[in-house]
């Protein structure tokens, strides 16, 4: 997929942005990518993500988190985005959604990304356990 030099420059600033916290910064970059390439799926996993993850319930909206995440999976099929998916579904307080969609997850991941298999793995128990998953602060 073609992804325009401005997609770039926007995903760059939003994961600064994330990285320094400042979720509000994050998201309005994120959409600008989502405006300027409505297909670009690494936007809208990782808009999916800041809306059903944050911990900041500010920025959180489960209904949008999994229109975004199912936006993402329907351009590309991976371990990454129906882990989005299962968090959007855990906001929602969706668990059995979220423990289905974490499995398919997991059984995607390649042999040897034991680090993916394992976060997975954490995310998978907190949905068992009713809760939604926060990103760390």
Known sequence: MY??????IHLLKANIW?????????SFQLLKVIELNS??????NKYAWL?????YKKYRNGR???LFAEKAIKISFIPEYLDTLAAAYAELHKFSDAIMTQKKAIELIDDGNNEMRDDFHKRLQSYKNRKPWRTNL
């Open 3 to 8: 992804i325009h030099y401005n997609d770039k």
């Open 18 to 26: 994330y990285i320094k916290k400042d979720y509000e910064k994050a």
């Open 39 to 44: 297909q670009n799926q690494e936007a809208l």
């Open 51 to 55: 809306l059903a993850t944050c911990p």
């Open 64 to 66: 949008k988190a999994l």
